[in-house]
């Protein structure tokens, strides 16, 4: 049977696979076709221009590739953290099927399906793309499985940078032009002399295979508006019973016409509906001279009297162009944080597109006035001036992009650390992959300790840090609420009991303990910042759970039961992908035990004591980097390093460790050249709200974080030069002396004109600003 069953799933894996990949070969062929032919999008003349750091910023990088291996993120229109992402939603060449990148945007497709207005940054899940409007010169039927329902489009009549993008349709010669404020997307479409324009709004829309429930819509004519809500089923929102979304959208100019599909059935002059399918089509007087029709529409998770305040406050009586220069304006306002000078253009735009999106997720969830919707389902409010976030990627971001925010966005990562804290008192737990206004559950662990912990070590204030601190000790220590929805600590009572979690009471049993050990190691030094001594003791005891399943005869992480018998079947460079029946990988979470026997970034040191001596360490790291591919976002990861998978991208940096510096300087440099690109493919994998983005930041200014701690390993600077903002009128010079494109080595580094004995510091040291001075040379030693 069992033999049976396993031919069953190859052959069916199989079919899947020749089925996929002549759409998404297809799909690569004419992204690859368009960018040779066309470069890069940005030619289309609209009159309307980026500003300062802005013209560095390349949206279009990471939105297409091997689509497993796509980084998801998206050319749409928005400010930093917006509770609208407005942007082109697109399917594939020869028909609609679309999800190819999550974000709702691929390279590779030649169609747009019209303009939505919510999606995440960099996840693998279709989450959004509500309130799609797509404009045409007729009336159509609603849906993007209809074949009139597209607009095929060209790279080359693009235009995208940091609060704006801009597409020619072909197909009735009309010009899309969006910005956005946090809560409104703007919409601008020219349409051609001599056509009646109509804009068709589809109420009940979502990204991908997701659905919209329970749709309601209201036609107001005499104000020129329309209004309504859904219930949106999406990958993450689905998981907790949906996500309600009220909008209200404002027209420049008044209905010549209008109708409302419900499903099949089109009903002329109606003004309201409800149903799971609908769509609003709205024509307007057509003009003898190409005329902009222009949409406001804002968003709001509590109400439409809510989305209409919003809609008034952000946008008023602003016209396109003021509105589009303040999305600029605040972007800048992000991008100056961190000015860089010199280096090279594809350095320079590579470091400000990861700057760029390292901002873009959490997502703002509260309205104007304060209200947002709780994990309780209630509505609640913020405090004045504050901002409830949501959609916290956290099993990644943690790593890099919220120790990126305790640096030189300190005030936003206040406010994130008061919504997680928030989350837990409505939810019971402190989530991992929170989203709308729910638990997703996504991923495993306990990462917000991580988080949390760090944010408070580098002096974040302003946060209830008692009640996260009671929350996160429950959860690491007895278990979660009965009554949460939070998925917790999977295991917990045996990870307790063994000091490890046995691998024949859960899968993930080797990922899991390596994790849990890094987030007790998190809360140990949170405890006694506190001045909890027990406690600290406790959980740095727990912290050191992950020597329980080291196999020295092996020299890996490997499976142990709870008898404490190492597993016997076992192949290091076994990929959980492509191990369908996890005969090898059950105890791994994406990825080989090669990939997971780098997993203790909290303690190096520890880490490198395993092995026999120092020597075999780098030896067999060094093994693992060489046998990796130079190649961005390559179809398979292979079982070597791959930077796409956020568990082990510290890996560079334990070099440190073994009294080998130049190594990690020669590997760090190696990946910034070859696992990025300027291309459409960008990136090694999913962003994941940024984190791979944040990860190229870090490590371009010569340092890295270890999450969870105070520390920052030393790496190699890309550029002569960087001045961070930290605020307050703190700033941090990072200066390169003897800076060459082939000094990647460094000789020395001086920290506020004392050299460093070591190869790492602590945001103590940083944290009133300063001067960190690196001393370059061609070769190790200098």
């Known amino acids: 049977m069992s033999r049976l069953r396993r031919i069953l799933k190859w052959t069916i894996a199989v079919l899947i696979i020749v089925l996929a990949i002549p759409a998404v070969g297809v799909a690569i062929i004419w992204g690859s076709y368009e960018y040779v032919v066309h470069k890069k999008p940005g030619s289309l003349p609209t009159g309307v221009d980026p500003i300062g750091a802005g013209w560095e910023v390349d949206p279009f990088i990471g939105t297409g590739g091997v689509s497993w291996m796509c980084a998801h993120n998206t050319p749409a229109a928005t400010v930093p953290f917006g509770m609208v992402r407005l942007g082109p939603d697109t399917a594939s060449l020869f028909t609609n099927t679309q999800g190819f990148n999550r974000s709702g945007y691929f390279y590779g497709d030649n169609k747009i399906i019209g303009f939505s207005h919510t999606r995440l940054i960099g996840a693998d899940a279709l989450e959004g793309g509500v309130f799609r409007i797509f404009p045409a010169t007729a009336k159509l039927a609603p849906g993007s499985d209809k074949v009139d329902r597209f607009a095929r489009f060209s790279h080359a009549e693009e235009k995208a940078f940091p609060g704006y993008y801009a597409v020619r349709l072909p197909k009735g010669d009309i010009l899309a032009e969006l910005t956005a404020t946090t809560r409104v997307g703007v919409h601008r479409y020219t349409f051609p002399a001599n056509f009646t324009p109509h804009l068709q709004l589809d109420v009940t829309s979502a990204l991908g295979d997701r659905r919209c429930e329970n749709g309601q819509v209201w036609l107001l004519p005499e104000q020129r508006q329309v209004e309504g809500s859904v219930r949106l089923f999406g990958s993450f929102s689905g998981r907790y019973d949906g996500l309600d979304v009220y909008f209200v959208a404002e027209f420049d100019r008044p209905f010549d016409a209008f109708g409302i599909w419900n499903g099949t059935e089109f009903t002329q002059d109606a003004k309201a509906a409800q149903g799971n399918e609908l769509s609003v089509n709205l024509q307007f007087a057509g003009s003898s001279e190409r005329q902009p029709i222009e949409v406001r529409l804002a968003l709001s998770y509590v109400s439409i009297a809510n989305a209409r305040e919003n809609l008034e406050a952000e946008t008023g009586n602003r016209s396109f162009e003021t509105i589009c220069q303040n999305a600029q304006e605040r972007w800048q306002e992000k991008l100056d944080r961190i000015q860089i000078r010199g280096g090279s253009e594809w350095y320079r735009r590579s470091f400000y597109t990861a700057l760029y999106r390292a901002f873009q997720m959490p997502t703002t969830f509260n309205d104007v006035n304060g209200e947002y919707t709780g994990f309780d389902r209630a509505v609640h409010e913020v405090s004045d001036g504050a901002t409830y976030y949501t959609d916290f990627s956290l099993w990644d971001s943690f790593r890099t992009v919220h120790p990126l925010y305790n640096l030189i966005a300190r005030d936003e990562q206040r406010d994130m650390m008061v919504s997680l804290v928030e989350m837990a008192k409505a939810g019971g737990g ?353």
């Open 430 to 782: 402190l989530p991992r992959w929170p989203s709308g206004c729910g638990y997703t559950n996504c991923m495993f662990g306990t990462p917000a300790d991580i988080a949390v912990t760090e944010a408070y070590l580098k002096g974040i204030r302003g946060f209830d840090i008692e009640t996260a601190y009671e929350k996160m000790r429950q959860t690491a220590l007895v278990g979660k609420p009965a009554d949460s929805r939070f998925g917790g600590r999977d295991g917990l009572a045996d990870y307790l009991k063994y000091g490890y979690c046995p691998s024949d009471s859960m899968s993930k049993a080797v990922s899991a303990t390596l994790e849990y050990a890094w987030c007790d190691h998190a809360l140990s030094l949170l405890a006694r910042a506190l001045g909890d001594d027990d406690d600290a003791a406790a959980f740095a005891r727990n912290a050191q759970s992950y020597r329980n399943l080291w196999d020295a005869s092996r020299l890996f992480f490997v499976p142990r039961d709870s008898s404490g018998a190492f597993m016997e079947n076992f192949d290091p460079l076994v990929l959980s992908y492509t191990d369908w029946d996890r005969e090898y990988t059950d105890d791994f979470v994406e990825g080989s035990a090669l990939m997971w026997r780098w997993g203790v970034p909290f303690d190096p040191e520890g880490l490198v004591s395993l092995f026999p001596s120092e020597e075999q360490f780098v030896q067999e790291l060094e093994n693992y980097f060489e046998r990796t591919n130079d190649t961005v976002g390559e179809w398979h990861p292979g079982s070597y390093y791959w930077h796409g998978n956020e568990p082990f991208f510290h890996a560079a940096y334990l070099f440190n460790a073994a009294g080998r510096p130049d190594l990690t300087q020669k590997w760090v440099r190696r990946i910034l050249d070859t696992k990025y690109s300027n291309s459409y493919v960008g990136l090694d994998g999913n962003d994941d709200g940024g984190t791979l983005s944040a990860w190229f930041v870090f490590s371009a200014l010569g340092f890295y974080p270890i999450a969870g701690t105070t520390r920052y390993e030393i790496g190699t600077p890309l550029f002569p030069e960087a001045v961070l903002d930290l605020g307050d009128g703190k700033t941090l010079t990072v200066i390169a002396e003897n800076h060459a494109q082939e000094n990647l080595y460094v000789k020395a580094v001086s920290l506020n004109g004392r050299e460093l004995s070591g190869w790492s510091f602590t945001h103590d040291d940083i944290a009133e600003g300063g001067e960190l001075r690196f001393t370059m040379a061609a070769a190790p030693g200098g």
